[in-house]
């Protein structure tokens, strides 16, 4: 699940939101674009470059003519690369770029830390994730310590990828992309638990309820059987009164 996280310069947590539109909102209004791209298509992680930039061809050419990209490139890596920590390594001090950082999540995961002001704007991006990091944002990027995440790179500049280190340490102080992952799960199971709570209290009411009138229907049924019985009782006591009345003129007469 896509999450954003927004943190002070010292790590405390301000806001969590995980619904996307409120993710993509939030982040336009520190110019950060955000959007979930849909395909028919499940490519397996197998496909190769040819076939993820095929099935994604109709997004990738809306964007490429909204900002002029000289190129495009698929870029993938699992936890079994000699490489992994090396490369993670490579991103996870702050910097910038004096061009777009540019990418779309075909498959796994990664986090962008995004600096623009006094906040730490921690986005968790998923398969199907496009986010747009405008040039001289400081931000860095972390893949955890097993990365498995297969993109689609954007470049407008010859030079590809470049970054100018700002020298900042602060990406110290904010969670890793595994921690922002745990916490998102963790929130994600309390969120299951208190709707599952929500529910069985919920049938507790119901039953409750349904238990509460059961009993006062009972009682008005041996209410109404009470006033029954006492108004035939009433009824054959008027009765038996009339009868004795009736004999004792019979024997007057006599």
């Known amino acids: 699940m896509s999450a954003l996280i927004i943190f002070d310069e010292q790590g405390r947590i301000l806001e969590k939101i995980k619904e996307h539109n409120k993710i993509a909102e939030k982040l336009k209004s520190i110019g950060i674009r955000f959007e979930k791209w849909q395909t028919e298509k499940e490519l397996p992680w197998s496909a ?37 920590v090396e490369l993670r390594n490579m991103f996870l001090s702050e910097h910038i770029h004096t061009d777009f950082e540019v990418r779309f999540f075909v498959d796994g995961s990664g986090t962008f830390y995004l600096h623009p002001d ?79 709570k929500t529910k069985i209290n919920k049938a507790k009411s119901v039953k409750k309820s349904e238990t509460k009138k059961a009993k006062s229907a009972k009682k008005s049924i041996k209410n109404r059987k009470m006033k029954n019985s006492l108004k035939q009782e009433k009824t054959k006591r008027k009765i038996q009164i009339k009868q004795k009345t009736k004999i004792k003129k019979s024997k007057k007469k006599k």
């Open 118 to 196: 006094d906040k730490v704007y921690v986005v968790l991006c998923e398969k199907g994730d496009f986010i747009s990091v405008p040039a001289n944002t400081k931000h860095w990027f972390d893949m955890g310590n097993e990365p498995f995440f297969k993109a689609i790179r954007f470049f407008s500049t010859p030079d590809g990828w470049v970054a100018n280190f700002t020298g900042s340490d602060i990406s110290q102080k904010i969670p890793s992309h595994d921690e922002i992952v745990k916490m998102t799960k963790e929130d994600t199971t309390e969120i299951k638990e208190h709707t599952k």
């Open 48 to 84: 190769d470059q040819n076939e993820v930039i095929q099935t994604y061809k109709n997004d990738i050419d809306r964007i490429n003519s909204e900002f002029g990209f000289k190129s495009i490139d698929v870029v993938s890596l699992t936890p079994d690369n000699p490489k992994k």
